[in-house]
């Protein structure tokens, strides 16, 4: 069964460099969510979108954006970049009202 | 919205049962309980989620008393490969999954011994 799909996997950036993930979720998922986990930490929630329109949003740092697309991907936006920003980003999926997400494999960012 | 304590972590040895037990006090009344559990650098995956009684798929169990203010998952017979942290949600799945249904806290890190 196809899964959410996240891109790049890796990735290395310096300070105050711009970083966009990407994101594919599950076909006829119609919730995209975000996360953020630093080392030795819980998944912190960032944001979310159903049908393409922002639905909550979490802790997510104005020098971050979000949006989805008409295809249903989604796209993570960072500037800005700071050392605290290195971090796991998933990003997944799930039906509206079910109560379950999909993850991906995420995207590891590497600020130096 | 209904914040949930889990102990920090929690030791097994290979073929026990482990309960893992998440106290929801002030859970509400559409609230569901959902657990999940991570792997280092994975994502959560979902294991289960339950309302009231008991809930069991291919592999845990769920078992929520009558006030709810608690609830315990239930792996039998554990192996290595279970070590994880394992993850207990509480939220209104129908309100677009909003709330707590999105945040995960205070997992419990199980080490499942030889």
């Known amino acids: 069964a196809a899964g959410v799909i996240q891109s790049p996997r890796h990735l290395i950036k310096e300070k105050r460099e711009t970083a966009t993930l990407k994101c594919y979720p599950i076909?006829?998922?119609?919730?995209v969510y975000w996360y953020q986990q630093g080392p030795g930490q819980d998944p912190q929630f960032l944001i979310s979108f159903y049908e393409k329109m922002q639905s909550d949003k979490g802790s997510i740092p104005d020098r971050f954006s979000a949006q989805q697309f008409s295809d249903y991907h989604s796209e993570l936006n960072m500037s800005s970049l700071e050392l605290g920003d290195s971090a796991l980003y998933f990003c997944?999926?799930?039906?509206?009202?079910?109560?379950?997400?999909?993850f991906g494999e995420g995207s590891r960012l590497t600020v130096l | 919205l209904a914040k949930t304590t889990q102990p920090i972590s929690m030791d097994s040895y290979e073929g026990q049962e482990v309960n893992i037990t998440c106290s929801h006090n002030n859970i509400a009344t559409n609230d569901y309980i959902t657990w999940y559990q991570q792997f280092p650098s994975q994502g959560p995956r979902f294991i289960i989620q339950?309302?009231?009684t008991k809930v069991t798929n291919e592999v845990a169990s769920l078992f929520i008393p009558a006030d709810r203010k608690s609830s315990t998952l239930s792996l039998p017979r554990v192996s290595l490969s279970d070590t994880a942290v394992y993850y207990c949600?509480?939220?209104?799945?129908?309100?677009?999954?909003?709330?707590?249904?999105?945040?995960f806290g205070g997992g419990t890190r199980l080490m499942v011994k030889p």
């Open positions: 339950g309302y009231k």
């Open positions: 076909p006829r998922h119609d919730t």
């Open positions: 949600l509480v939220g209104d799945k129908q309100r677009n999954n909003a709330g707590n249904m999105l945040t």
């Open positions: 997944a999926s799930g039906p509206r009202g079910s109560g379950e997400l999909f």
